[in-house]
């Protein structure tokens, strides 16, 4: 058998050869398109369900909320294991099911059956599905802080939130961008008690009141017989300050009785129970490095994306946003996964290149013949 393949070798020379090559060729491709990671994905296909429950103490959300949701899912088609952990406010829950399966489907199971437990968890409490992401999924850390003193740990959240945020989101690859530190800017109504008392106002009714009219609506067309009709909408969505000041509370005396009168309204910023710093460059050309707060983003990517190429799209896309921030803000990585990636790459080439040199080597100094140790190591 082995001399009849030797024998066609040598009479189809050409052919050989020409497979030869488009099997290299075919290789090589597959060796650029193959993603690379840290480790392979070997995580069973994994379902996260979040929920949040503002002030409510750990044993409360594991009794209202965790234990609830975990026996809805319990027994569900496909199901391998779940577990859970109740903290201060969140309940993150881990559903995991069998190799194979399809992540979209899993999801769907998922959510079919905790439309079965909404009824029992607690008024105002709505889990919700986590973005789809590979277990190795953090893949990058973002620092971004200014050294512009007019710019304040709000107005940093916020281009962070509302500008980075929105532009790595359209990445393809990548599935979350979460972000923490600085100031998150809201309204904040602070009641004067006093002024609630001599107005015959309840908090009820201010948080009522402040909650009804956060909206638009719609009052259908207006149609005057002719070629054209208007719409009528009702604008209540809050702007300003100024919106919340005219909001009228309840009616005393005939008139009015508005949010300003019981209650003085401000743009602040959301009490912390945290914050966030990152180590950066003093500045352009230095390597001393500084900590200090800083907002920082977390970048998850999606299961079977490729780390490298999504993290160099996102490197991209942040020089393109660079020139649009306000002055004196910077946005440099502080963690990046392809860092490894691209350590561990080199560290195979080199062994690789050493590896042939001493194979070379030694064929040299058995066969003690250049054409021979040509052929052998073809």
């Known amino acids: 058998m082995l001399n009849a393949l030797i024998k066609f070798a040598l009479h189809q020379r050409l052919l050989v050869i020409a497979i030869a090559l488009g099997l290299i060729g075919i290789g090589t491709w597959?060796?650029?398109?193959?993603?690379?990671?840290?480790?392979?994905?070997l995580n069973r296909p994994r379902v996260v369900i979040m929920t949040e429950a503002p002030g409510m103490a750990p044993e409360e959300v594991e009794t209202l909320i965790t234990f609830p949701i975990e026996t809805a899912i319990n027994g569900a088609n496909g199901v391998e294991a779940v577990r859970s952990s109740s903290g201060v406010g969140i309940s993150v829950i881990y559903v995991e099911f069998a190799y194979g399966t399809d992540v979209y489907t899993d999801r769907q199971i998922v959510a079919e059956r905790m439309q079965l437990v909404q009824d029992r968890l607690p008024a105002g409490i709505q889990p919700q599905l986590a973005p789809i992401s590979s277990i190795m999924g953090q893949i990058l850390m973002l620092g971004m802080w200014t050294d512009n003193p007019d710019v304040t740990?709000?107005?940093?959240?916020t281009e962070a939130d509302w500008v980075v945020r929105q532009r790595l989101l359209t990445i393809p690859g990548v599935s979350q961008v979460f972000s923490m530190g600085g100031e998150r800017?809201?309204?904040q109504v602070r009641v004067n008690p006093d002024a609630m008392t001599r107005y015959g106002v309840t908090l009820e009714q201010v948080e009522t009141a402040v909650s009804k009219s956060n909206e638009n609506g719609t009052g259908g067309y207006l149609d005057q017989q002719g070629p054209s009709e208007f719409l009528v909408r009702s604008l209540g969505r809050?702007?300003?300050?100024?919106?919340?000041q005219d909001i009228p509370i309840t009616i005393r005396d005939g008139r009015p009785v508005l949010l300003s009168q019981v209650a003085e309204i401000h743009e602040g910023a959301q009490v912390k129970r945290g914050d966030s710093s990152a180590f950066v460059r003093k500045a352009e050309g230095e390597s001393a490095f500084s900590g200090g707060p800083a907002v920082v983003l977390t970048v998850n990517k999606q299961p079977g994306a490729d780390t490298r190429a999504v993290t160099d799209s996102i490197m991209e896309a942040l020089e393109e946003l660079k020139p649009s921030l306000s002055s004196g803000v910077r946005i440099e990585a502080t963690y990046s996964q392809k860092s490894f990636i691209d350590r561990a790459i080199k560290n195979v080439e080199e062994a690789l290149r050493d590896g042939v040199i001493l194979v070379v080597i030694i064929l040299f100094l058995f066969l003690m013949n250049v054409r021979t140790t040509f052929i052998t190591l073809t």
């Open 153 to 157: 740990p709000m107005e940093l959240r």
């Open 185 to 187: 800017k809201q309204f």
């Open 30 to 41: 597959q060796i650029f398109q193959m993603p690379i990671d840290v480790f392979p994905d």
């Open 238 to 244: 809050i702007q300003s300050v100024g919106d919340l």
